[in-house]
C-alpha cells in the first residue's frame, strides 16, 4: 500500500445495510390535505334544500367561499445517495492529493459514464423491443363530437352558461345560470341571488371570461326561480330549452355549473326519479314545495341555477338541490327544477316583474292512510267552487298517485292557473277543478 492508494483495510465499513451505502436514507414528504372542505353540500348559503332524513329537505347546490378548497402537495429534499462521511479521527489527505483524486475520480466517472453510454446503445441496437416513447405522437383530433354524446352536449351549452358572484349584507354566494335572450336575460334559482335582493351586487361571469354587472328582474321563492338580467350586452349564445313532461326515467342527462367555483364543469349522469316532492329554503312548509327531476349527475355547491340537459343538448331542468345526509359534496342524489314550471314562471317574471302561483285555496295535511286531507276551504277559492269540503281525502289527480300533502301541492304547481285538473277522493268519486292563480309577493 501507498499514501496514495489506501488498501480495502483502511476504509471504512458501514455499520449496517450493504457496503457503500448509508444504512437508510430518510424521505421527508409533506403533504396537504387533497380537496375537500368547504362549505356544507347544502349549497354555500345560510339557506338549505332538505331531502330525507328530514321528510322533503335537501341541500342548495351553491356555495360560499372563504378560500379555495385545494392545498398544494410539496415533497422534501432527498439525501444524497450513496455518500458516506469519513470515520471520526481519520486523517484528512493534503490538499494537492485530494485535488489530484477528485480530478482523477473525475474523469475516470465520465470516461467510465462515456463508456457505459456507448455501450448501452451498442446493445439497444437493432432490437426488435417495442417501446411507446419511439412512436411517434397521433394526428391531432379535429373531428366534430359524435351527435348525442356528453362531449357534444359540453360543447353546445357551455358558451351559455354562467357564474354569477352574488354580494349582500355580510354574507357573499355562488352559483351558477344561462343565457334565455342576447340581451342579458339570465335564469337562475331564487336562493342563488336573494342576498342581493335588499342592495346587493350581481356580477355575471361568461364563459369566455368576460364579466358584467346585474340586477333582478324578478323572483319567486315558492318555486325557487329568478331572472336577472346583465346589463350593457348584446349578442349572447342563448340555450334551446326543451320540454320536462315527457322525461324517463334511466335516460341520460348533462349537468353544468361552477361547483366550488369552478366554472364550466360538467358532468354526467341519468334520470333517477321524477316527481320528487322537495321543499325548498328547509322551512318545512308547503310555501315552497317543487316538483323535482332526481338525478345521480354530480351536483356539488355552485351548481345551482345552472342547467340539467337531454342529450340534444336542449335544457330540461335547472339544477337546484342535494340530498346531504351528513357530509358535504355530492352523494349522487340531486334534483332539478322541471323546465316546464320554470319557462312559465320566467314569462311571468320577464313581462310582468312577478309570478304567479297556482292554488285551489285549500289548506292541506297528510291523511293516516295515505293522501292529502282537506282542512279548511276559502270561500269563493277553486276548491270551493269544486264542492271539495274540509276532510275530503284527495288521493289522485288526474293519472298521478297523491301520497301525501307536499306531493298534492307540488303537482298543483306543475299545472298553469286556468287549467283544469280531477281529483279523486279516498271513497272513489271525482272532483273537476278549475286551478286558480294568484300574484307572488317578494320581500
Known amino acids: 500500500m501507498t499514501e496514495n492508494d489506501p488498501s480495502a483495510q483502511d476504509r471504512p465499513t458501514p455499520a449496517s445495510g450493504t457496503p457503500d451505502q448509508p444504512d437508510s436514507v430518510d424521505k421527508h414528504a409533506a403533504t396537504g390535505q ?3 372542505g368547504g362549505p356544507t353540500a347544502a ?5 338549505e334544500f332538505r331531502y330525507p332524513p328530514h321528510p322533503s329537505s335537501a341541500g342548495y347546490a351553491h356555495g360560499d367561499y372563504a378560500s379555495s378548497p385545494y392545498r398544494q402537495h410539496g415533497y422534501g429534499p432527498y439525501p444524497q445517495a450513496g455518500v458516506q462521511q469519513a470515520p471520526h479521527g481519520r486523517q484528512r489527505m493534503p490538499g494537492k492529493l485530494v485535488a489530484a483524486v477528485t480530478l482523477l475520480a473525475l474523469l475516470v466517472g465520465g470516461g467510465a459514464g462515456a463508456a457505459g453510454g456507448y455501450l448501452a446503445a451498442d446493445l439497444t441496437t437493432g ?3 417495442t417501446n411507446a416513447l419511439d412512436q411517434p405522437p397521433p394526428a391531432r383530433y ?3 363530437a359524435p351527435e348525442g ?3 357534444a352536449v359540453a360543447a353546445k351549452l357551455k358558451p351559455s352558461v354562467v357564474q354569477l358572484q352574488v354580494q349582500g349584507r355580510g354574507s357573499a354566494n355562488e352559483g ?3 343565457v334565455l335572450s342576447e340581451d342579458g336575460y339570465i335564469l337562475t334559482n331564487n336562493h342563488v341571488v336573494e342576498a342581493a335582493s335588499q342592495g346587493g351586487r350581481i356580477t355575471v361571469v361568461f364563459h369566455n371570461g368576460d364579466e358584467a354587472e346585474a340586477e333582478i328582474v324578478g323572483r319567486d321563492p315558492t318555486t325557487d326561480i329568478a331572472v336577472v338580467r346583465a346589463e350593457g350586452v348584446s349578442g349572447l349564445t342563448t340555450v334551446e330549452l326543451g320540454r320536462s313532461d315527457d322525461l324517463r326515467v334511466g335516460q341520460s342527462v348533462v349537468a353544468i355549473g361552477s361547483p366550488y367555483e369552478l366554472a364550466g364543469t360538467v358532468t354526467a349522469g341519468i334520470v333517477s326519479s321524477l316527481n320528487r316532492p322537495v ?4 322551512q318545512g ?3 315552497t314545495v317543487m316538483d323535482a327531476i332526481q338525478t345521480d349527475a354530480a351536483i356539488n355547491p355552485g351548481n345551482s341555477g345552472g342547467p340539467l340537459a337531454n342529450m340534444q343538448g336542449q335544457v330540461i331542468g335547472i339544477n337546484s338541490a342535494i340530498y346531504s345526509p351528513s357530509q358535504s359534496g355530492n352523494v349522487g342524489i340531486g334534483f332539478a327544477i322541471p323546465i316546464d314550471q320554470a319557462r312559465r314562471t320566467a314569462d311571468e317574471i320577464i313581462e310582468n316583474g312577478h309570478a304567479t302561483q297556482t292554488y285551489i285555496g285549500a289548506t292541506v295535511g297528510d291523511a293516516p292512510n295515505g293522501g292529502a286531507r282537506i282542512g279548511d276551504v276559502q270561500s269563493g277559492s277553486p276548491a270551493d267552487k269544486a264542492g271539495i269540503e274540509p276532510n275530503d281525502v284527495i288521493v289522485k289527480m288526474g293519472d298521478r298517485r297523491i301520497d301525501d300533502a307536499n306531493t298534492l301541492v307540488a303537482a298543483i304547481r306543475t299545472r298553469a292557473p286556468g287549467e283544469k285538473v280531477t281529483f279523486t277522493l279516498a271513497d272513489g268519486s271525482d272532483v273537476a277543478v278549475t286551478l286558480g292563480g294568484q300574484p307572488v309577493t317578494v320581500n
Do not use: K, L
Not at 321543499?279 to 328547509?282: I, Q
Open 34 to 36: 387533497g380537496p375537500g
Open 43 to 47: 349549497d354555500r348559503t345560510t339557506d
Open 127 to 129: 432490437s426488435s423491443a
Open 142 to 144: 379535429t373531428a366534430s
Open 149 to 151: 354524446s356528453v362531449e
Open 176 to 178: 351558477s345560470g344561462f
Open 279 to 282: 321543499t325548498a329554503g328547509g
Open 285 to 287: 312548509d308547503q310555501t
